[in-house]
């Protein structure tokens, strides 16, 4: 059974035509489209030509998002000793040893971003279960396992993101929040773009960029031109 659409939707979908859009309309249609009653983010829905049931077509990692996310992130860092006191006058929310694993596992689950120190990845591995099936479990290729707990911190509350490309090759990925201008939007989508084209993964043949899509969380799919997204100069999404 089909899935009805509220009137709402129905109006947005009519303004979205059947085209590839260049970066910047898109962005100013996102915006335009961004009319429900809550501050919604701005989202990337990329399919790319890969299959990653095979560990070569893989992609798992990080973009720093030039203008940010226009989110709080509270960061919690596992460590040992004197890295627990680096974390929190590095600006961690939650930082501690053994017993935030023991809290964790209990349940405490108050933050956004968890970063661990190599020293304790073997027990912070048992938490693998309650924090995977959220994207909380700390990863090298994520930046979220690191002694420079401090830099770490720094990049992922100004703006950096880790993502992955989901079972069937697609990447969902929040650039931005509906109220930043074309513009910032822009930024961050050549960063996010840049970064997947620099990952792209070894066993990825043919066609590596599909489809692209830019969304308001509650908005309809506004179809990018891939090549002008491209070949855009940095200069110019400045």
């Known amino acids: 059974m089909a899935k009805k659409i509220s009137r709402r939707l129905e109006a947005l979908q009519d303004k979205v035509e059947d085209r590839d859009y260049t970066p ?3 962005l100013a249609l996102l915006k335009e489209t961004a009319t429900a009653k809550f501050p919604e983010a701005a989202e990337a829905h990329i399919r790319l030509g890969i299959d990653p049931k095979y560990t070569d077509q893989q ?7 030039p203008k940010g996310t226009g989110q709080i992130i509270r960061v919690a860092v596992i460590a040992r000793g004197e890295k627990v006191n680096e974390a929190t006058n590095a600006g961690a929310d939650i930082a501690g040893s053994e017993e935030l694993i023991d809290e964790i596992q209990k349940g405490r689950m108050d933050f956004d971003k968890l970063i661990a120190t190599p020293d304790v990845m073997p027990q912070v591995a048992k938490l693998g279960k309650l924090l995977g099936p959220r994207g909380l479990m700390p990863s090298p290729k994520g930046g979220t396992v690191t002694f420079d707990v401090a830099s770490a911190i720094a990049e992922f509350k100004a703006g950096k993101l880790e993502f992955r490309a989901d079972r069937t ?6 650039f931005g929040k509906a109220s930043f201008t074309p513009e910032d939007l822009l930024v961050n989508l050549k960063a996010l773009q840049e970064t997947i084209d620099r990952n792209r993964p070894s066993g990825a043949k043919g066609r590596y960029w599909r489809t692209f899509y830019v969304s308001a969380t509650m908005g309809p799919s506004i179809k990018i031109d891939i090549s002008a997204l491209r070949d855009l100069k940095l200069t110019e999404a400045a």
């Not at 992609?59 to 998002?65: N, P, Q, S, Y």
């Open 59 to 65: 992609l798992r990692t990080t973009v720093a998002l």
């Open 24 to 26: 910047i309309e898109a």
């Open 169 to 174: 090759g697609i990447v969902h990925v929040m």
